[in-house]
């Protein structure tokens, strides 16, 4: 068990880094909202004098045209591009690489990143790699990436990361079978477009796992211990939102106003957990996705309620106000009641969705690995309700075995 005296220390830690957070000088993007805002955002860039950029996505969002209408627009700007395509999810140092030569090649001076949350992740780093001029490693961790960015301009195309807004970029380095995390202020996006309209296509299992990625972040957000009035306010906007807009974008993906929903409270819960932090559904999530290339909305979905379950006893007061406002739970029922009930409900998605209980990749020899891993990341990072050690980190992993 963890020693009292450590749980103090951690929580006084993350006391002092809640006020640093409060103070530090965050600067979100301008951000174009709506459809067709997409092209809004390209005129904006082309507007501040940028001429010659580097798009940043996927191959398949380039293959079935996604892009077309962006850079028809950049060329009748007059905005020279240059598309690299080479992202895949859970983008590694060597996708990040390639994309940084062809950004030195071409002498790129701004990014346009189109994607979900892997293409924006590696459009920071890229355009980090392009002005640091150090290995990528090198950048990973707190406050490192002391020469900031090139210009980045974001279109989110899932509603579920958030890294539109977000100071963070997650890399897969593949040798050492991790996922790092840089975080720096200098890695927020300069603007975004928030187009509900380019997510229509979007298949339902992806649009249920990214949404329930966006879930988790507003939820951990909410529940963590350096969360303010301000986190707050947008948390629980995110999670109504979510509650009342993602079954609709699953079940209708042409539901243009749901699609435009979700793009809003995705990104709401990116800039609540910018501030307030995530916890312990990220920190395993983000080993299932290292060790097995687990998509990470869909990782973090199944973690989740395993981890509210350790944590309920701690948060209940916070959960039990999520319910409220979103209506879950029996009317008057105590905190513990609306507490469970909001769990349970994230399970009852979780099942209409198709996500599984269990992670079928995982293996029992890999667990103490994985708890090791979500515990030190968690240990000086996130101000988590309850925290964990070894046995009960292990415990809770346990439980999503394969049957």
């Known amino acids: 068990m963890l020693h009292k005296l450590e749980v103090l220390f951690l929580k006084t830690y993350m006391f002092i880094f809640k006020y640093v957070t409060m103070i530090m000088p965050f600067r979100w993007p301008k951000t174009f909202e709506g459809a067709g805002s997409s092209l809004r955002l390209v005129q904006h860039m082309a ?75 590696a459009a920071k780093m890229i355009g980090a790699r392009a002005k640091n001029k150090k290995p990528i490693i090198k950048m990973t961790g707190l406050l490192r990436v002391y020469r900031g960015m090139l210009p980045l301009f974001a279109v989110p195309t899932t509603a579920g990361t958030g890294s539109e807004c977000t100071i963070a970029a997650v890399v897969t380095d593949t040798a050492n079978r991790k996922k790092l995390a840089a975080m720096d202020l200098r890695l927020m996006p300069t603007a975004a477009a928030l187009d509900g309209a380019l997510m229509t296509g979007l298949p339902a299992h ?25 986190t707050d306010e947008k948390a629980v906007e995110a999670t109504k939102l979510i509650m009342s807009n993602l079954d609709k974008a699953v079940t209708d993906g042409s539901n243009v106003e749901a699609r435009q929903n979700m793009a809003r409270a995705s990104h709401l819960a ?39 379950d350790y944590s309920v006893d701690y948060c209940a007061h916070r959960l039990a106000h999520l319910a409220r406002v979103c209506g879950i739970g029996p009317s008057g029922g105590t905190d513990r009641q609306l507490a469970d009930a909001f769990i349970q409900r994230i399970r009852d998605m979780n099942a209409k969705f198709g996500i599984p209980t269990r992670l079928d990749a995982l293996k029992a020899a890999d667990i103490a690995e994985i708890a090791e891993s979500a515990i030190g990341e968690a240990r000086f990072t996130y101000a988590v309700p309850r925290y964990m050690d070894m046995g009960n980190a292990e415990a809770v992993i346990r439980k999503m075995l394969p049957a």
Request: negative net charge.
């Open 206 to 230: 992806i649009t249920a796992a990214t949404g329930m990625d966006a879930l988790t972040h507003a939820v951990e957000a909410f529940v963590s211990r350096n969360a303010f009035g301000a």
């Open 47 to 121: 507007a501040q004098g940028h001429k010659n950029v580097l798009v940043v996505s996927d191959a398949v969002l380039v293959k079935i045209g996604l892009l077309n209408p962006m850079l028809e627009e950049l060329k009748r700007l007059g905005v020279t591009y240059h598309v690299f395509d080479g992202v895949e999810p859970n983008p590694t140092v060597e996708q990040i690489e390639a994309g940084f030569d062809m950004c030195e090649k071409h002498n790129c001076k701004a990014i346009l990143a189109v994607g979900g949350g892997s293409p924006i992740d």
């Open 270 to 308: 990116g800039i609540a957990f910018t501030q307030a932090g995530v916890g312990y559904v990220h920190a395993i999530a983000h080993k299932f996705g290292a060790l097995y290339h687990t998509p990470h909305g869909l990782a973090n979905a199944i973690v989740m309620p395993y981890v509210l």
